[in-house]
């Protein structure tokens, strides 16, 4: 088999610190991928929530194709061009701050994240950011301290940038309540930092890497009042949430709190390499010239990606469809959940079309089973779906699909996953 010979070949030529699943793609289509040796799977991981869109939709492609034939590359600091100025205006029109926004363009999420970092600290002339437990806001040096999961993103990588702290965000499944993360939060000012040296808050709406743990409205909302009490920002890291995922343009939508800078990446750009920061102007404009940006920052190709995804997500109904598509997907697993013998799907959470469940010992206890949950990644793979595990406690399986998937392909997907489900409980009682 093609895919024997090419693991070889990885192992040979690849870092091991690369982790990969084993399915080598040769080519996909919405919300179809096909491996080398020609299986056929569903894809409900999007490359972790990049293909909102789909695989290789025929708007993005068609306007990657027509920049191609323009130019690749100028660098925006050298030569800029209508279309990033273009994609800044949109971003700013639809990024949820209630204010006038400005707009700047990068290549990873990560990137954006720093650049917010740097850009609230320019603003506020404070250095301590805060950071939830659970988060993941990157690989970077900067990124990792921000991120509140050790294995696999942190182990042996430290030391890490100081003034970064973590405060408890809420998980209702595992008893920590609003007044729980508000009240560790103010320890944290009473014990271990000044709130008034701290630039920013940053915080997922939809907690990615963590669980898929949803930020309660009452949570936002009390975060908003703290941070205008003494003068900190709130950075929404929109980067797996955004892009229509939730049944909202942005995850923060739901609650109605605005934050003061957005940052966006993975379904941005529907594939290619693209990430924003976009927030009020009067923030975004505290960096100098020449303070922000980079060689390949806001790459013509991806940002007339970007540009042709939003009129996708409008003209598509993709918001509406990610909320249809969410509805589904919970249905089923609760319907799952409640059957007996099932008992070890602990909970079922999620916004829109960004929903996980979680593997537990029993229901009581709520210990984690991520060997289960593991199982039920395998199986379904087995079976052709491909479905992604995280958490910080490792035994979440998390589910992205397209937010274009057919009514029929996400019905056929939805039995595999049952499928998948039943056969890994049968063989972990075994």
Same mark, same amino acid.
């Given at each position: 088999?093609?895919?024997?010979?090419?693991?070889?070949?990885?192992?040979?030529?690849?870092?091991?610190?690369?982790?990969?699943?084993?399915?080598?793609?040769?080519?996909?289509?919405?919300?179809?991928?096909?491996?080398?040796?020609?299986?056929?799977?569903?894809?409900?991981?999007?490359?972790?929530?990049?293909?909102?869109?789909?695989?290789?939709?025929?708007?993005?492609?068609?306007?990657?194709?027509?920049?191609?034939?323009?130019?690749?590359?100028?660098?925006?600091?050298?030569?800029?061009?209508?279309?990033?100025?273009?994609?800044?205006?949109?971003?700013?029109?639809?990024?949820?701050?209630?204010?006038?926004?400005?707009?700047?363009?990068?290549?990873?999420?990560?990137?954006?994240?720093?650049?917010?970092?740097?850009?609230?600290?320019?603003?506020?002339?404070?250095?301590?950011?805060?950071?939830?437990?659970?988060?993941?806001?990157?690989?970077?040096?900067?990124?990792?301290?921000?991120?509140?999961?050790?294995?696999?993103?942190?182990?042996?990588?430290?030391?890490?940038?100081?003034?970064?702290?973590?405060?408890?965000?809420?998980?209702?499944?595992?008893?920590?309540?609003?007044?729980?993360?508000?009240?560790?939060?103010?320890?944290?000012?009473?014990?271990?930092?000044?709130?008034?040296?701290?630039?920013?808050?940053?915080?997922?709406?939809?907690?990615?890497?963590?669980?898929?743990?949803?930020?309660?409205?009452?949570?936002?909302?009390? %975060?908003?009042? @703290? +941070?205008? #009490?003494? &003068?900190?920002?709130? /950075?929404? !890291?929109?980067?797996?949430? *955004?892009?229509?995922?939730?049944?909202?343009?942005?995850?923060?939508?739901?609650?109605?709190?605005?934050?003061?800078?957005?940052?966006?990446?993975?379904?941005?750009?529907?594939?290619?390499?693209?990430?924003?920061?976009?927030?009020?102007?009067?923030?975004?404009?505290?960096?100098?010239?020449?303070?922000?940006?980079?060689?390949?920052?806001?790459?013509?190709?991806?940002?007339?990606?970007?540009?042709?995804?939003?009129?996708?997500?409008?003209?598509?109904?993709?918001?509406?469809?990610?909320?249809?598509?969410?509805?589904?997907?919970?249905?089923? %697993?609760?319907? @799952? +959940?409640? #059957?007996? &013998?099932?008992?070890? /799907?602990? !909970?079922?959470?999620?916004? *829109?079309?960004?929903?996980?469940?979680?593997?537990?010992?029993?229901?009581?206890?709520?210990?984690?089973?991520?060997?289960?949950?593991?199982?039920?990644?395998?199986?379904?793979?087995?079976?052709?779906?491909?479905?992604?595990?995280?958490?910080?406690?490792?035994?979440?399986?998390?589910?992205?699909?397209?937010?274009?998937?057919?009514?029929?392909?996400?019905?056929?997907?939805?039995?595999?996953?049952?499928?998948?489900?039943?056969?890994?409980?049968?063989?972990?009682?075994?």
């Amino acid at each position: 088999m093609l895919s024997s010979a090419l693991r070889a070949r990885q192992q040979a030529a690849v870092a091991p610190g690369v982790g990969t699943r084993t399915i080598f793609a040769e080519k996909a289509e919405n919300a179809e991928l096909w491996d080398v040796d020609g299986k056929r799977y569903i894809d409900f991981a999007a490359g972790i929530a990049v293909n909102n869109t789909g695989h290789r939709h025929p708007r993005v492609m068609e306007a990657v194709k027509k920049q191609a034939d323009s130019f690749t590359h100028t660098c925006f600091h050298v030569a800029p061009y209508e279309g990033y100025v273009r994609l800044a205006e949109r971003l700013n029109a639809l990024a949820p701050t209630g204010a006038e926004n400005r707009t700047m363009l990068v290549t990873t999420g990560a990137e954006a994240v720093e650049n917010a970092v740097k850009i609230a600290r320019a603003y506020t002339k404070r250095a301590a950011v805060v950071a939830f437990t659970g988060a993941f806001h990157g690989r970077t040096m900067l990124g990792m301290a921000l991120t509140g999961k050790v294995n696999p993103y942190k182990k042996n990588f430290g030391p890490f940038p100081s003034d970064i702290f973590h405060a408890p965000f809420p998980n209702t499944f595992l008893g920590i309540s609003v007044d729980d993360a508000i009240g560790g939060l103010e320890a944290l000012f009473a014990g271990d930092v000044d709130p008034d040296r701290v630039a920013a808050f940053i915080i997922e709406p939809v907690q990615g890497e963590g669980g898929f743990n949803v930020a309660p409205a009452e949570f936002l909302e009390r %975060l908003r009042e @703290i +941070a205008d #009490r003494h &003068g900190i920002l709130i /950075i929404a !890291d929109e980067i797996q949430a *955004g892009m229509a995922r939730t049944g909202r343009m942005f995850g923060i939508e739901h609650s109605g709190v605005r934050a003061d800078l957005v940052t966006m990446a993975k379904g941005l750009a529907g594939g290619f390499p693209l990430s924003a920061v976009t927030g009020r102007a009067e923030v975004m404009e505290a960096a100098h010239p020449g303070g922000l940006g980079g060689t390949y920052a806001g790459n013509p190709l991806s940002v007339a990606a970007a540009n042709a995804v939003l009129d996708v997500i409008e003209e598509e109904g993709l918001i509406a469809r990610a909320a249809e598509i969410g509805d589904r997907i919970q249905s089923c %697993l609760k319907a @799952i +959940a409640e #059957r007996q &013998g099932m008992e070890r /799907i602990g !909970d079922v959470r999620g916004l *829109g079309a960004m929903v996980a469940f979680e593997l537990v010992t029993d229901r009581a206890s709520k210990g984690a089973s991520p060997e289960l949950a593991n199982r039920i990644v395998a199986e379904a793979e087995s079976r052709g779906l491909i479905v992604l595990a995280c958490g910080t406690r490792a035994n979440v399986v998390r589910l992205l699909p397209p937010l274009t998937i057919e009514d029929k392909v996400l019905h056929e997907a939805l039995n595999i996953l049952e499928a998948s489900i039943e056969a890994a409980f049968s063989a972990a009682a075994n």
